[in-house]
């Protein structure tokens, strides 16, 4: 990761003048979690198991449009970005300012952009695309109120070619709770088809995908 000279000196230990380390992901996700844990979600960046199969619908050939949303340390980021080789558009929407300073520095070919995810319409219209052929959530649904959960819903909806997909994760402690269980409803309220992958126990806390398609009017 490359800072300007003004960054690079503003890093430096005031006693003894050394370069101070960045944090790890880790370490930037446990702090953002302890600052905000309702919007973090979890205390640990999603694995790359995670990450394969929450990006499984980004299309292998052609100029897709991308968008990713909670993009956090940017685990799916990278993957997306793996997968589109310098095609298309990725768009990562990344609400947390220090998360979203990282991203930009780190993938340098996704359009990392510090903005609330309900706007995602209004987000999507200033860069003058009109559809996005894949949404990719990395946001914890199931610790969103209903309000909350519904706008982003119809703000993904809205923005997704009639025969986009949508993917969203939820870990498998949460699939009782009521939140968890209203978000399933409401995604498939929304999709013609939706669905689960299996579990993926190589991440923490294990988790599953759901992968919708075709959005309903």
Not at 4 to 19: E, M
Not at 49 to 56: E, F, I, K, N, P
Not at 152 to 162: E, G, I, K, R
Not at 183 to 204: C, D, G, K, Y
């Amino acid at each position: 990761m490359t800072t300007s000279t003004a960054d690079h000196t503003a890093r430096h230990c005031p006693l003894c003048r050394r370069p101070l380390q960045e944090p790890n992901d880790y370490t930037l996700f446990l702090r953002q979690w302890v600052r905000a844990p309702a919007r973090m979600g979890a205390i640990a960046p999603s694995s790359r198991h995670l990450a394969a199969a929450v990006c499984a619908p980004v299309p292998e050939r052609g100029e897709p449009v991308v968008v990713e949303l909670g993009a956090g340390t940017g685990p799916f980021t990278a993957e997306i970005q793996r997968r589109l080789g310098g095609r298309g558009r990725h768009l990562a929407v990344e609400i947390d300012p220090l998360l979203a300073q990282r991203l930009r520095h780190r993938h340098p070919g996704a359009e990392v952009i510090q903005r609330d995810a309900v706007h995602l319409r209004r987000l999507l219209d200033e860069r003058g695309i009109e559809k996005a052929d894949v949404v990719v959530s990395g946001l914890p649904w199931a610790l969103f109120p209903s309000v909350t959960q519904h706008q982003l819903m119809d703000a993904t909806a809205a923005v997704l070619a009639p025969a986009g997909a949508f993917t969203a994760f939820t870990y498998l402690h949460a699939v009782p709770l009521s939140p968890a269980r209203r978000f399933r409803e409401l995604m498939a309220n929304r999709f013609e088809e939706v669905v689960p992958s299996r579990t993926i126990w190589r991440n923490t806390p294990p988790a599953f995908v759901l992968h919708a398609r075709r959005p309903r009017p």
